[in-house]
């Protein structure tokens, strides 16, 4: 399987920052992630670029992911969901369930009293600030491509290790990385050499999409003269 390049939102960094999003088949649970990015980008990457993994697809391969259905919310989840925006994570009961499990029952009463205080001195996002990678690391199952549309994915883990491992297989660099439509983008994990502030900074656009596309892998490829600024320099 040959992964299919398109150029879709222009990075920053102008002209000289290409973000190539790559097509991939579905990534199914168990399988060997790192085989699969280096199949998918043979012929498209080079020394120097960054190769870009959806934290998703990590965790799908990982097998952490749960079947909504079997999730039962407590009165507390089912109450704060109704309260919480449309596009967030938490206005699924069911995976704000697994929050409050992960937490406890308390600490997300007390970060909901907390966030609520906040909106009334225009101050938001208390709640995500307070409960951290609890709710980070979760992805809600709405609009999740079959057979996952039911499905609620845990963050993944050892995400340096897995950027590592794909690192190795591929000769470039590689970042395990969540990002969204919102402007938001992070890198949860990065093999030795990159310089993790300005990928995030050059997937602010969502490259990946948050659709269908089926676009796990953004290549980040540097076509200016001299050293690229997605990796660190040499002390």
Known sequence: MTGRPSLRRRPPFGASLVAVPVRTRL????????AVVADAIAGIVAPGDVVCVSETAVAIAQGRLIAAATIRPSRLACV???HAGVMATVSQPESLQL???AVGPWRVFFAALANAGGRLVRQRGLFYRMLGEAIATIDGYTGTLPPFEA????????????AGEIASRTGAHAAVVDVNDLGIAKVLG?????AAAAVEDALRGNPHGNGDEQT???????????ASPLLERAA
């Open 27 to 34: 990534v199914q649970r168990g399988e060997d992630l790192a």
């Open 80 to 82: 704060l969901s109704r």
């Open 99 to 101: 929050v409050i499990d």
């Open 151 to 162: 499905t609620i994915v845990l963050g993944p883990e050892n995400p340096a290790g897995v």
């Open 190 to 194: 990065g093999s030795p050499g990159i």
């Open 216 to 226: 796990p892998i953004v290549v980040l490829k540097w076509r200016a003269a001299g």
